[in-house]
């Protein structure tokens, strides 16, 4: 049995493999260039269109008033992975990117 990747890595992935991921009404449409969507990236959207719908509409939380020393302590890795999934999130059509690409990074979406 393969390991689940958490639905913002899902999206990351898709998103720097050139497949667009949509909202539509409650599921997803997906679409893709030739050969971009493999088996494998087929069976991890399948398992996780609710976690990835979640991830693009669900209730997201404010950012923390005070941000500045949690942005201060991540690594760069973190800081690029945040700034990368804010654009999968908002190429995504997702509402309020910032605050979700954060809650992803610091792992509470």
């Keep these: 049995m393969r390991a ?5 890595a899902l999206l990351l992935r898709l998103h ?3 497949v667009a991921v949509r909202v539509n009404g409650r599921g997803l449409r997906v679409s893709g260039g030739a050969g ?3 088996g494998q990236l087929q069976a991890q959207i399948k398992e996780q269109r609710p976690a990835l ?22 690594p760069d890795s973190a800081h690029e992975a ?11 059509g997702a509402d309020h990117a ?6 992803a990074v610091c792992g509470e979406v």
């Design 4 to 8: 689940m990747m958490p639905p913002a």
């Design 16 to 18: 720097r493999a050139g």
């Design 36 to 38: 971009a969507l493999n």
């Design 53 to 74: 719908v979640a991830l693009l509409v669900g209730p997201v939380a404010q950012l923390p008033v005070e941000i500045e020393p949690i942005l201060e302590a991540w």
């Design 82 to 92: 945040c700034i990368d999934l804010e654009d999968a999130l908002a190429v995504a």
């Design 98 to 103: 910032p605050e979700r690409a954060f809650w």
